[in-house]
């Protein structure tokens, strides 16, 4: 038995095929309506069920359906009405010919439930009891209807009534006591259609039941009818009962010329769903038109599986369409390419649904994933048929499909979740490495129609086939930014290339480096194209900052090939980096640098571009695109100010403040202060080392107009030790949370709240009552939208940006990110060690529909791993004359109510604050001129894997000249003998054994 993937699941949906007809309760002919899509139209004889198989044949007669002639006649089926699900896992066993002209498909459509005025839908039961009659040979057999009433009596333009009369297996109802909720089941094959006009008033339609009658004869001999619309036609078509005053008018059974009068009828209300009407003189029959399947307002049509016969016996695809369609075209759309070990064959094809997330699974293997807030969010129906006709010639129908079929074994949904999986996302590590995940899609309008299989570990992507695919990925690209990774493919195709884009358009900018093919692409830069099929694997080496900047959102592969479909190339080893920077860390990161430092175009003088380690938009309002943690800044009469572009503001320094670069604002120049040691006006100037570069006249990579900014580049700086350094405790400010999070009432799907380091009003346009740092977002098709309080407006994601909880709007329930520390959409995700809480529906603590409130001021991230923590003495007599706790720099930096900021650390769980005691330490002369200073520390596991170094100038770190370790129950002790010179001694503990995980 095929199972979804592993998770936790309840089986809601069994069709097997067992019986000897399809079966009632589960399935109807046709969908939602009467339209069908190809060249044929629906023929219930198309449709059987024959040893635990469900058969839908193609046939070249011609029917008629629904008033519409056909040339060739088929079958669909759906659960419309009978079953629907929101979320979970769907799944069918299928096989099909692959025979130009066949469209088989598996796929769903939304259903609101909203069927329009629920007192116009009705339905009708005849019943004829038959069994005292001797009817051994049924020679003819006609149902005779008379119409009693037509609601309207006339038909407007292009409005049609429908009829259908089907058979009924189910013959215990009762006139008295059945209703709409009590109704029972009938054959959904239906004996005939009446279409269009119907009739008049006082016409009579007759139906041909004399088959039905033959296989009735040696029962019980009692016969039912069931009268229904089914396809939300709206009219109404009342026919007499047998309660009617002329007996010529009630429904009649004539049986070899003989008429029988029914024995019991009734119709059935859905607004009166309780209500009996076995005494009416007339029986309703009409649906009502209801907005139910529309694919809009958060609906989407998912093809889980279709197929054109011309593709072959080893193709198959999955696709969406929403946002309506336009002359029968989707207005969106996306798909995948699937390959298929022969169609003829049977396979299981089915889709996994959660929140934001679809995927498609052939066979138990995953080949395809749709990971977008746009994903349906409706209950779905299904539908099985076999269209024919379509498209990329499949429009030209080959004889050979008569008496082709669709083969179901059977149909299966599960609701529930699946577990989580470690390749969900695509990552990136401290060192700019891809981590490819499951959260691919199409790039640009061109579609996945090959193979795409991330490896295991993520550091590889084999492609095969046709298909263009983009990974999202937020990366701010600079001058120096170079994209490196290795290359070995059999076969590249027409287009192999790969690269940075910023939108999901392929065609609008140069941001891909074509690597090889048969063609030349004109939207694909061509330095690099020169790889030679076949030759093995060759490493790149892309100076992507040379050809264009900022931040981008899509790593994008084009691997074209509409000829044979070819292309068997493998990445691995990609990587994104900055050129001339290493591996060796700095003391102090530099931060997101945004698009660079903003200053007002006409200031002169002299200043200076200065570190900040509080965000510079929590401290000064920063402009909008400023780097997070450095700002221009210049110093007059007596006072520092810091420039925020238009205009400045007065601010006092603290101690952890550096000068980094001196700037003349008259000649646009920058001076580094690298190697500079020295104090101006109470703030630190210069820094001992780091990889940092600066320029003027920069703003976004040199566009902009950047007259009055300047650029910063690099990772990092080492402070002198004089200076306090920040410890990474990662933690962010929130406040002020004004009035809440705005958000538009009639949004549907899912989405995100989302931290902005940057002020939300300076670079969004949100209310004024909209908290400072936080936006109601969500990502569809590769592009981000904030909500403005009344619609979506598009914005461009920023490395800094911190996703901190899913919202399902249509639901307005929310589920925070806590200890999820991770990356969706390529933006960063999760938190740690917060109390924040969010509601939705209020604003200003008052009901507000779509907005939120949020309460909780901080929320903390992981500390950068391998985790880094300092401490520092200057000399004896200063070390000897402090409080053992005020040795310490930075007390309480994890925020947990204790002074020993590495107390948490020294658990098996770094992030369990441990219950020993705190650090312990001691230093006492050994001779003249040198100190032993002695450690003590709690050990919380007996082997804890961590490393001990010594520094004198926090760049180059020691291990040697530690004593052995001494362990005495739970305290380990270790010594150090240094010269008391008055030279600054500092320890670091690192914690390397903590599991290793990208650096978000």
């Known amino acids: 038995m095929a199972a979804p993937p592993p998770g936790d699941w309840l089986l809601t949906f069994e069709d097997e095929f067992e019986g000897e007809s399809l079966d009632g309760s589960k399935w109807k002919l046709a969908s939602h309506w009467s339209g069908i899509n190809g060249q044929g139209g629906i ?22 359906w629904s ?4 040339a060739y006649s088929t079958g669909e089926i759906s659960s419309f009405r009978r079953f629907k699900q929101r979320y979970g896992y769907f799944e069918a066993r299928m096989r099909w010919p692959s025979i130009r002209g066949l469209w088989p498909a598996f796929w769903t459509m939304p259903d609101r439930g909203n069927y329009g005025n629920p007192f116009r839908h009705n339905r009708g039961f005849v019943k004829f009891d038959l069994s005292s009659e001797s009817l051994a040979t049924i020679n003819s057999a006609t149902l005779r209807l008379s119409i009693a009433n037509l609601d309207p009596a006339t038909l407007g333009t292009g409005d049609v009534r429908n009829v259908l009369v089907f058979r009924m297996a189910d013959d215990s109802w009762s006139e008295t006591s059945v209703t709409w909720n009590t109704q029972p089941s009938w054959d959904p094959l239906f004996l005939d259609q009446f279409h269009g006009v119907v009739g008049q008033l006082g016409d009579t339609i007759e139906v041909d039941v004399t088959d039905y009658i033959e296989s009735e004869a040696g029962g019980d001999g009692v016969v039912s009818f069931a009268l229904a619309d089914t396809l939300m036609t709206t009219f109404t078509v009342a026919f007499h009962s047998r309660e009617s005053e ?64 011309v593709w072959g016996s080893q193709r198959a695809s999955h696709a969406l369409h929403w946002e309506g369609y336009n002359n029968g075209n989707s207005v969106k759309q996306t798909g995948w390419g699937v390959s298929v070990n022969d169609t003829s064959k049977f396979h299981t094809y089915g889709v996994y649904w959660e929140p934001g997330l679809l995927e498609f699974y052939t066979d138990g293997i995953l080949t395809g994933v749709f990971r977008d807030s746009r994903v349906k969010d409706i209950a779905a129906y299904m539908l099985l048929s076999l269209q024919i006709g379509g498209w990329a010639g499949n429009d030209q129908i080959s004889p050979a499909i008569d008496g082709a079929a669709l083969e179901v074994d059977w149909v299966r949904v599960w609701a529930g979740t699946r577990d989580a999986r470690e390749r969900d996302f695509t990552m990136q590590k401290d060192d700019g490495s891809v981590l490819f995940g499951n959260d691919y899609a199409s ?13 295991a570990d993520g550091f590889s992507v084999d492609i095969k086939g046709n298909s263009w695919i983009r990974f999202p990925i937020i990366q701010q690209i600079g001058p120096k930014t170079v994209l490196e990774f290795e290359l070995d493919a059999t076969d590249l195709g027409e287009i192999f290339a790969i690269g940075l884009d910023q939108n999901n358009q392929e065609s609008d900018d140069l941001r891909t480096f074509q690597l090889g093919g048969t063609q030349a692409w004109g939207n694909s830069i061509q330095a690099f194209n020169s790889y030679v099929k076949g030759s093995g694997p060759k490493t790149y080496s892309i100076p992507i900052g040379d050809y264009y900047t900022g931040t981008m959102t899509t790593l994008a592969i084009v691997a074209d090939d509409d000829g044979d479909a070819s292309i068997d190339a493998t990445f691995h080893n990609v990587r994104i980096r900055e050129a001339g920077v290493t591996s060796a860390s700095h003391a102090v990161s530099i931060g997101a640098l945004g698009s660079g430092v903003a200053g007002t175009d006409w200031r002169g003088g002299t200043g200076f571009l200065m570190y900040s380690a509080e965000d510079v938009y929590q401290r000064f309002d920063a402009y909008s695109g400023n780097a997070n943690n450095v700002i221009a800044v210049y110093f007059s009469n007596g006072q520092w100010y810091a420039d925020r572009n238009y205009g400045q503001v007065a601010f006092a320094p603290t101690v952890t403040d ?4 001196r700037i003349d604002f008259s000649n646009d120049t920058t001076t580094s202060l690298q190697g500079q040691r020295d104090s101006f006006e109470g703030i630190h100037y210069g820094y001992a080392s780091g990889d940092l570069a600066y320029a003027a006249n920069v703003w976004n990579g040199g566009g902009e107009n950047p007259t009055g900014e300047f650029s910063v580049s690099g990772t990092g700086f080492s402070p002198h030790v004089e200076v306090p350094l920040p410890l990474p405790s990662g933690e962010y400010g929130l406040t002020p949370l004004n009035e809440g999070i705005a ?3 009639s949004r549907t799907n899912t989405g995100y709240l989302m931290y902005s380091g940057e002020n939300a009003h300076a670079r969004f346009n949100v209310p004024t009552g909209n908290a400072q740092h936080l936006v109601a977002v969500y990502c569809t098709e590769g592009q981000w939208y904030y909500d403005s309080g009344s619609n979506g407006v598009a914005f461009s994601p920023r490395p800094t940006d ?13 589920i925070t990110f806590t200890d999820e520390i991770g990356k969706e959409h390529g933006m960063q995700k999760g938190y740690i060690d917060a109390s924040l809480s969010f509601t939705a529906n209020q604003w200003d603590g008052q009901f507000q529909e779509g907005s939120f409130t949020v309460t909780g001021e901080t929320f903390r991230r992981r500390h950068p791993l391998p985790l880094e923590l300092y401490n520092a003495w200057r000399i004896a007599r200063d070390w000897q004359g402090t409080a053992s706790l005020d040795r310490i720099l930075w007390k309480d930096a994890d925020k947990d109510g204790k002074s020993n900021f590495v107390e948490f650390a020294l658990g098996s769980n770094p992030l369990q604050v441990s219950q020993e005691a705190a650090l312990s330490w001691s230093a006492k002369p050994t001779s003249v001129d040198s100190l032993m200073y002695k450690l003590q520390y709690p050990k919380a596991v007996d082997e804890l894997d961590y490393r001990l170094q010594y520094s004198e100038d926090l760049i180059v770190w020691l291990e040697s000249g530690f004593s052995p370790e001494v ?21 670091r503990l690192m914690f390397p054994g903590i599991p290793d995980e990208p650096r978000l």
């Open 43 to 64: 023929d219930p004889d198309r449709i059987s069920v024959v040893d635990g198989v469900l058969s839908i044949t193609a046939s070249t007669d011609a029917t008629t």
């Open 67 to 70: 008033s519409v002639a056909y």
């Open 246 to 309: 002329s007996i010529a008018l009630r429904p009649q059974l004539i049986i070899n010329g003989t008429a029988y009068e029914a024995t019991e009828d009734s119709y059935v209300n859905l607004g009166r769903a309780d209500q009996n009407y076995g005494s009416e003189a007339v029986l309703n029959v009409g649906d009502f038109w209801g907005n139910t399947a529309m694919t809009t307002n958060g609906g989407m049509e998912i093809d889980i599986v279709e197929a054109l016969g």
């Open 443 to 455: 790039y640009g309008s061109q579609g996945i129609e090959g193979h795409v299989l991330p490896s």
């Open 658 to 661: 550096v000068l980094l670069a």
């Open 743 to 745: 958000g538009t009432a």
């Open 802 to 814: 911190i996703l901190l909880a899913a919202v399902h709007f249509r639901d307005d329930t929310i």
């Open 967 to 987: 362990v005495e129950g739970q305290i380990a002790e270790r010594q150090l003998v240094m010269s008391d010179d008055g030279t600054p001694v500092f320890f």
